[in-house]
């Protein structure tokens, strides 16, 4: 029976990639369940080396891309695929076989393959050049075992080859030709092919893309099994996989493929993502996307309101990085009827590898701004290496009637949740510090479950989305700033994300500090520790719409309200979510406040 696949083709969008397909059938008794529930029949004694000849099949397979045409067109009997050990090898026979000229028409004087088929309605011929046909042939190189090219070395093929090469070789691998006759055929050099239709059949990225989504979740299955062999072999067919897709999916396989390859092997750098590196790649990502700028702008409106008609204010920021958070409120406050109010800012950041006092230097920046419009400016930084280490004693709090407090965390608590009691600590010093508010923005997902196999389908579902939207922006310009966004930021931001779905999939116990959880969460846990929310008014939902106008490309990105949050998304999913709080009344007569 020949090989003859009719496919749909339509309109999809990303997110389809990224759907489950449900099973159709039960595996077989001696089959490995795992790549059973995907439709693929392997017993589990021949996994090592359907895995090797997978491999295999693929860069066998990305060679006759590169010379225009499958060798899948002859009247070789292929296996079922769900078989997949004989399927593969009988692939991997046909692709090595040398007699393809005798069921095609050749062009010797033009070195080009006509190829006709016959069917139904119609009659159809491409012309496919073989310029390259005679060249000599690649040979292919079995990954050995300690070699992580294939992750996400291999996923680009990096020995010689460029972004473009990789890019028209994807382009190659979408296209399908499906041509039929209903006549004679013509061929030039005299040959003919047979009456009956030879489809000739190129890779389907979109069917890859799905099976590629298929092998992660797999592979990640296969790790929260502790079935290592099964998730090494996975592991590697990702990477090949991964080629055939563009853009944000891609990128995104890729930086699961790595993560998961270390867990599996048990390979994690020395700084894991506490260094001071991760605050240069956060100043790309501020500038890349409008994520930060959000967090900044509605963290601010929310403390501007609070600090209304006082004269004294003090912010604690809880992760002061490059202070980018700190001129736009402070212009602000310069601008207020009346004239700004003091302004105390103590900043508190990690210590740095080379013990230089960078926190002092964004202070003396700050205050030369201040200086500049007119508003009395008080600095002070604190070197820890957890917020659990600090104490409310340790900040100089003064009297609330004599200075106002708010209290300042984006992207930060959710780091304590690593270490037991660290969060409900802090919480407490925060409510000795008694502020008037607390703004505090996090990522809106759920990566700290328990079970592996969960946390790993939620980031990759959260991250995906993510890689998407910067993908988008990519493409605009930065309307605030009316520049470009350059393929440096955009490069730096996709491996600050990465450095983050390293840590998310590879890291367990006290190293795995990208503990981010919801916002239904963090509301159950600051209402236990004695905090009631404040409603985010009007004024700062239209402002931050107005702040996503501004940046051009904002098209996809959505602000919602959600019971006095606001949270910023792509599209339908939310992304980060901003909420204020206060200390909660000693009565039960008071309710929630709203900001305006």
Not at 81 to 109: A, R
Not at 127 to 149: H, Q, V, W
Not at 467 to 480: A, K, V
Not at 511 to 532: I, K, N, P, T
Request: proline letters at 3%; one cysteine or more.
């Amino acid at each position: 029976m020949k090989r003859d696949r009719d496919r749909e083709k339509g309109s999809s969008s990303k997110g389809k990639n990224w759907a489950s397909v449900e099973e159709e059938e039960q595996p077989d008794a001696g089959m490995d369940e795992l790549l059973a529930v995907l439709g693929y029949k392997v017993k589990s004694s021949d996994m090592a080396e359907v895995a090797q000849k997978l491999e295999q099949l693929e860069m066998a397979m990305g060679t006759s891309m590169e010379d225009g045409i499958s060798h899948l067109s002859t009247d070789t009997v292929h296996k079922n695929p769900s078989d997949l050990s004989g399927w593969v090898q009988s692939m991997l026979s046909e692709l090595n076989s040398t007699s393809i000229s005798s069921n095609f028409g050749m062009s010797s004087s033009e070195n080009q393959l006509i190829v006709s088929g016959a069917g139904g309605g119609g009659s159809c011929s491409s012309i496919i050049d073989f310029s390259r046909g005679n060249e000599e042939k690649k040979t292919t190189t079995a990954i050995s075992d300690d070699d992580l090219r294939a992750i996400p070395g291999g996923a680009v093929f990096s020995s010689g080859r460029n972004r473009n090469e990789i890019d028209e070789e994807s382009n190659k691998r979408q296209r399908s030709s499906f041509c039929s006759s209903g006549g004679s055929n013509s061929s030039s050099g005299g040959n003919s092919l047979t009456d009956s239709a030879r489809p000739v059949v190129l890779v389907d990225s979109q069917e890859t893309g799905v099976r590629l989504v298929h092998t992660l979740m797999a592979c990640a299955e296969a790790v929260q099994q502790e079935n290592f062999n099964l998730a090494d072999a996975l592991v590697r067919h990702i990477g090949v996989l991964a080629v055939s897709q563009s853009g944000a999916m891609r990128k995104v396989a890729t930086y699961f493929a790595e993560a998961l390859a270390r867990r599996i092997y048990k390979i994690h750098p020395q700084d894991s993502i506490e260094s001071s590196y991760n605050d240069v790649l956060q100043m790309h990502f501020y500038e890349t996307c409008p994520y930060l700028k959000f967090a900044h702008f509605t963290a601010n409106q929310a403390i501007l309101e609070a600090f209304t008609n006082c004269n004294k204010v003090h912010v604690v920021d809880f992760s002061l990085k490059q202070g980018m958070q700190w001129p736009a409120l402070m212009q602000a406050l310069a601008l207020r009827p009346g004239g700004p109010p003091a302004f105390r800012l103590t900043g508190i950041g990690p210590p740095q590898p080379d013990n230089t006092d960078t926190l002092q230097q964004v202070g003396w920046k700050l205050a030369q701004l201040a200086d500049t419009i007119g508003v009395e400016f008080e600095f002070r930084g604190f070197v820890a290496n957890s917020l659990a280490d600090l104490d409310a004693s340790m900040l100089d709090i003064r009297p609330s009637e004599t200075e106002a407090v708010a209290v300042n965390s984006v992207f930060e608590l959710h780091r304590l949740l690593a270490r037991q009691g660290a969060i409900e600590k802090v919480l407490d010093s925060i409510r000795q510090m008694n502020p008037k508010i607390v703004t505090l923005v996090e990522q809106e997902a759920n990566h700290n479950a328990g079970v592996f196999i969960d946390r790993f389908n939620e980031a990759l579902h959260y991250y995906s989305t993510m890689f998407d939207s910067l993908e988008s922006t990519s493409s605009s310009h930065n309307g605030i700033t009316q520049s470009p966004v350059t393929n440096h930021d955009l490069l730096m931001s996709e491996i600050y994300l990465g450095r983050q779905i390293c840590n998310v999939v590879a890291y367990e116990g006290s190293d795995r500090v990208e503990r981010h959880e919801s916002l239904g969460q963090w509301r159950a846990r600051l209402s236990s520790a004695g905090f009631d929310p404040v409603h985010l008014g009007s004024n700062a939902f239209k402002q931050a719409s107005m702040l996503l106008a501004l940046f051009s490309g904002g098209d996809g990105y959505r602000v919602d309200e959600n019971d006095g949050c606001l949270m910023l998304g792509w599209h339908t999913r939310p992304l980060i979510a901003t909420s204020a709080w206060q200390i909660a009344a000693e009565d039960d007569g008071a309710g929630e406040v709203e900001l305006h």
